[in-house]
């Protein structure tokens, strides 16, 4: 018995250390993001491979799944970037949606969200299956938008940052948590100071 309890708490103190280098490289990403930096990338991707083993030990699994294809997104993301940073370098190679395209892409995001929990709440022993699905599948769509250097990818992050709040707090994350409070303070800033720099893109040179 006391050699389990010390491996649980093994365990415990190995999972605290994990989750502590991933906010902190997650963390990184947000801030070198906001001053579009090329350098969030690599950061992007040691937090998703971290992240993938912490979101699959806490039962998260439509959020361990997510962290394979934020590893993609960083991979896209660095090689879009660069090259809009040798296309436009004089430029942000900032773009904006219409109100009306943003709809559909929620309207379509949204459905793709309730399918996700039907599918893990019916099949797997996942929590909180469908508001996890949720914020996966917005999560999906946001992380292109930022990859895609859209203005308005900030004011997606803001509302599925602030609902993982509440989940990673029920799992107990509380590392995590104190990230995804400071996310949603960070994407606010993040869409004003966007927005300032796609007006200076905008106007004649």
């Not at 803001?158 to 994407?187: N, Q, W």
Request: hydrophobic share 55%; proline share 1%; with cysteine.
């Amino acid at each position: 018995m006391t050699a389990l309890w010390q491996q649980l708490f093994a365990d415990m103190a190995l999972m605290t250390q994990l989750e502590l280098l991933a906010v902190l490289s997650a963390l990184a990403y947000v801030l070198l993001a906001l001053k579009q930096s090329l350098w969030c990338w690599p950061a992007a991707l040691l937090s998703t491979l971290l992240y993938s083993h912490i979101m699959w030990h806490s039962a998260l699994l439509s959020d361990a799944l997510l962290q394979i294809y934020y590893a993609g997104m960083a991979l896209y993301g660095w090689y879009n970037w660069r090259r809009l940073q040798q296309q436009q370098s004089h430029q942000h190679g900032m773009t904006e949606f219409s109100l009306v395209f943003h709809g559909r892409l929620i309207a379509a995001t949204a459905g793709a969200g309730l399918l996700l929990g039907y599918l893990m709440n019916r099949y797997t022993q996942a929590d909180f299956a469908w508001v996890d699905a949720q914020t996966t599948t917005f999560s999906v769509l946001a992380t292109f938008l930022v990859a895609r250097k859209v203005v308005s990818n900030w004011l997606y992050w803001v509302v599925i940052d602030a609902v993982c709040i509440y989940v990673y707090i029920e799992k107990h994350l509380y590392f995590t948590t104190a990230l995804f409070v400071l996310y949603t303070l960070i994407a606010l800033a993040g869409f004003f100071l966007w927005r300032q720099s796609y007006r200076q893109q905008q106007q004649p040179a």
